[in-house]
């Protein structure tokens, strides 16, 4: 079973970037879309971002044009670069793939907290 470890979060006043990276134990190249997920304090996880092998994109309304996705598989890392941030990107992030039927056992997320 493949681990995922994120990092990269903390406290940011709004306006702000961070780089977030998620590092997979096994590898990632099997997975043909990996994305990027946030749960706000009383809200469900949502997926913000996601990137195929192929490098293809795809974003949330909320995060489009402020966050970038990228996946360096010779690594197993994923990375999500954030600008511009928004008190209500206050989350904790998550790494993982698209589809369901492949996905690995949650990490334990990265916090983001932006202050206004």
């Known amino acids: 079973q493949v681990q995922l470890v994120e990092s990269g979060g903390g406290l940011v006043q709004a306006g702000g970037s961070l780089r977030l990276s998620c590092a997979a134990s096994?590898?990632?190249?099997?997975?043909?879309?990996l994305a990027w997920y946030r749960q706000a304090p009383g809200k469900e996880r949502e997926l913000i971002a996601q990137?195929?092998?192929?490098?293809?994109?795809n974003y949330a309304d909320s995060v489009k044009g402020r966050f970038t996705i990228s996946r360096d598989n010779a690594k197993n890392t994923v990375y999500l670069q954030m600008i511009n941030l928004k008190p209500e990107d206050t989350a904790v992030y998550y790494c993982?793939?698209?589809?369901?039927?492949?996905?690995?056992?949650w990490g334990q997320g990265t916090q983001v907290t932006v202050s206004s």
């Open positions: 993982n793939a698209v589809r369901l039927s492949v996905r690995w056992s």
């Open positions: 096994g590898s990632i190249l099997p997975i043909s879309a």
């Open positions: 990137v195929t092998n192929g490098g293809i994109t």
